[in-house]
């Protein structure tokens, strides 16, 4: 099931993430798609706020790679810019989720292989500081 979401802000941007947020389960892996400046780490910093984390702490990890952002719920937000996907396998990635954090993958374009069950976000411009925030969930999901 897709959802599309027209915004114009970052902000508009992170509530849209916060509500997305509060909805999944535990253990959910969200796919982010995007090219550079669209909003990726603003819609994770929104998703950090909806699961009652600081969101002043999410800054992008793209040379740290994983960041963990710990609470009662842990997310786990992954950046793959720099990385090619043979070493996308090294990362672990399919064991984040696995204590019931929640995994937020940005540039999912350079996984090697799709991951199942997983929520689909894409952000794309539509000029100005608008932007297209189409989410695509599972049917497993749809529910939430």
Request: proline residues 5%.
């Amino acid at each position: 099931m897709t959802t599309t979401y027209l915004r114009g802000s970052e902000g508009e941007t992170e509530k849209v993430a916060a509500d997305l947020a509060r909805r999944l389960p535990g253990g959910s892996v969200v796919l982010l798609y995007g090219d550079l400046g669209m909003g990726k780490t603003a819609f994770v910093r929104g998703f950090v706020h909806g699961v009652g984390l600081a969101p002043e702490e999410v800054s992008s990890p793209t040379f740290t790679v994983i960041q963990e952002y710990r609470g009662h719920t842990s997310v786990y937000h992954v950046d793959l810019y720099r990385l090619r996907p043979d070493e996308v396998d090294d990362l672990g990635l399919e064991e984040l989720g696995e204590g019931g954090g929640v995994v937020c993958i940005e540039w999912a374009d350079r996984l090697p292989r799709p991951i199942a069950e997983a929520v689909t976000v894409r952000i794309t411009d539509r000029g100005g500081d608008h932007r297209i925030l189409e989410i695509d969930k599972p049917a497993s999901l749809t529910g939430c």
